[in-house]
């Protein structure tokens, strides 16, 4: 019995005639419509056709698809041939696709607005964003900003000499190229890159006041201007870009070296040209020390210096498109020799560096460094000075340089920079 009634759920015969309504008195017929008229009684076909016009009424479309219940076979070859009855619902079109459409196109513009209209909440990230700086002061100037980031800083917190010493180079670079002066050399002009010849430093200066943290914004301006018949200045001037105060202040004397005889070379007319009107007078430090810097005696060169930093060998990312080493890591190298107790306990507030010649790949190098106590300040602090050599282990001297120091935590004065 039970497996009959399993077997007709699945398998439904012809549907069995309709039994006769009983009824007793007073009772209305359930065959009976509301007017009281006998109702014609409704056939299986007829019956799974309500049956499946009500369930696909009730399950949604996917994405303007079809309905799961439209991939079902037919019932029968008269429920299948027979039309839906068509209702004010099922009629009206699909509008889940034009939907879509108009809210990703309303995500979108509001995407670009928020873009448009972003404000960040700090003044400083307002000024050259994206750092890569521009042109100022009618042409003869050049602005960019760098944020300190966590691999610049050092052991104080602050960002390295070595640091802002970069800043001054890619500032240099841009402005060079900014100018659309940009040949295929380091720093060369097109003229330049004719002749093959390239700029070198000869000597820097610089003064530092005060050593930015990370995080902070600092804004560089560099120039050029004349130096004698034959080289070139340029100065810097770096400051807090929030606060205005200045950073550091530097300058620097350039010459021209022939790439392939690696002597000194005169400028050219036609170099000339192209850099004159660029030139502006105005010096970033105007109390040049001039103070004839050290030499060793010739007899007892090995013991002069106090300090010793022997075996310094350059590596191959030391060495710039000109295959000499990058004049930067020379004050790195210099610094080597410092003895670990004034790096403890004093900071470098400024250096004279003389570039004698470059350096290869292959040179092995040694730093001497001779400290000298000085009593100058005015609130008793005792202030240091060095004298430093860094010379190729076979006798030439590559760098001359004399650095001060001032203890840490000193407070230096506010230099506000200048308007430009």
Not at 181 to 194: A, N, Q
């Amino acid at each position: 019995m039970a497996g009959s009634i399993a077997a007709s759920a699945f398998f439904p015969g012809p549907p069995a005639p309709p039994a006769a309504p009983k009824t007793t008195l007073g009772e209305r017929p359930d065959s009976l419509d509301v007017r009281g008229v006998a109702a014609k009684p409704a056939t299986s076909s007829s019956a799974v056709r309500a049956a499946r016009t009500r369930a696909h009424a009730a399950v949604p479309k996917v994405n303007g698809g079809k309905s799961a219940l439209e991939h079902e076979p037919a019932a029968s070859s008269s429920s299948s041939s027979a039309a839906a009855p068509k209702t004010f619902y099922n009629q009206l079109p699909d509008w889940s696709m034009l939907l879509a459409a108009i809210t990703t196109i309303f995500l979108a513009a509001e995407k670009q607005w928020t873009l448009i209209d972003w404000k960040p909440k700090r003044p400083d990230m307002l000024v050259d964003t994206f750092g890569f700086g521009r042109i100022i002061h009618d042409g003869f100037m050049f602005r960019q900003n760098f944020s300190i980031r966590s691999y610049e800083i050092g052991a104080d917190r602050t960002a390295s000499i070595e640091t802002l010493m970069n800043h001054l180079q890619e500032t240099a670079l841009n402005h060079v190229k900014g100018a659309g002066l940009l040949g295929d050399g380091f720093g060369s002009t097109p003229e330049m890159s004719k002749r093959n010849l390239f700029w070198v430093v000869s000597q820097m200066q610089a003064i530092v006041e005060r050593y930015p943290c990370w995080g902070d914004t600092v804004e560089v301006n560099t120039w050029v201007g004349p130096h004698g018949k034959n080289g070139m200045r340029r100065d810097w001037h770096i400051r807090d870009s929030l606060t205005g105060h200045t950073v550091m202040k530097a300058t620097s004397k350039w010459v021209m070296m022939n790439k392939l005889t690696r002597k000194l070379a005169r400028i050219p007319d036609e170099v000339r040209t192209e850099i004159e009107p660029y030139f502006f007078e105005h010096a970033a430090i105007e109390d040049e020390d001039n103070r004839k810097l050290p030499k060793l005696p010739e007899h007892d060169r090995a013991t002069s210096a106090k300090y010793v930093r022997t075996g310094l060998t350059p590596r191959w990312a030391d060495l710039d498109i000109n295959q000499h080493v990058n004049n930067v890591k020379y004050i790195g190298w210099i610094l080597e020799s410092a003895p670990m107790s004034i790096l403890e306990n004093h900071e470098l507030a400024g250096m004279v560096l003389d570039y004698k010649r470059e350096c290869g790949r292959d040179n092995v190098l040694e730093s001497h460094t001779t400290v000298y106590t000085d009593c100058t300040n005015e609130s008793g602090e005792t202030t240091l000075h060095c004298e430093h050599l860094l010379r190729l282990e076979s006798g030439p001297i590559i760098v001359k340089a004399r650095t001060t120091w001032k203890p840490k935590g000193t407070k230096c004065q506010e230099t506000l920079a200048l308007s430009w």
